[in-house]
C-alpha cells in the first residue's frame, strides 16, 4: 500500500521536529521524535555512531554550546520501504552562534510503531565543497 497524505505529512513534521526541540533545549522530549534504540550515525562529523536516545542526548549536552543555535531541513523527500517503514532524505543547515553556516544531508529511516512515526536510524552527510569543486 502506498504511503498516504496522513502519514507523508506525519512523517514530514516528525522530521521537522528535530530542529525545534534541539535549538529549544527540549531534549527531554527526544522520545517524541526517536525509537529508544535510535542509531544516529555522525560518523561523517568524527563521531560515530551514537545509539539510543540518552546517547544522543549526552552528546548533545557535551557540545557545550559548541552546537549550531538554529538547525534548519528543507528538502524533505520521503520513500515508502514498506512494513511500516519510511526512508527520509533531506537537507539541514546549520546556523552558528558566530554567523557562519553548514550544510548536511539526513538520511533516515522512520518506522511507525505504538507511539506513531518515529526516526530509527539517522545517517548525518556533511557537505564540505560545491559540486564544481569535485
Known sequence: MALGIEDR??????VALHGHLVDDGELHRLEELFTDDIVYDVTDLGHGSLVGVDAFRDAALAMGGLDPVGHHVTNIVLTDLGDGRVGSRSKGLGVN???TCGSVTYEDTVVRGERGWRIAYRKVITRRRPLSAS
Open 9 to 14: 505529512l506525519a512523517v514530514m513534521e516528525l
Open 97 to 99: 552562534a558566530d554567523g
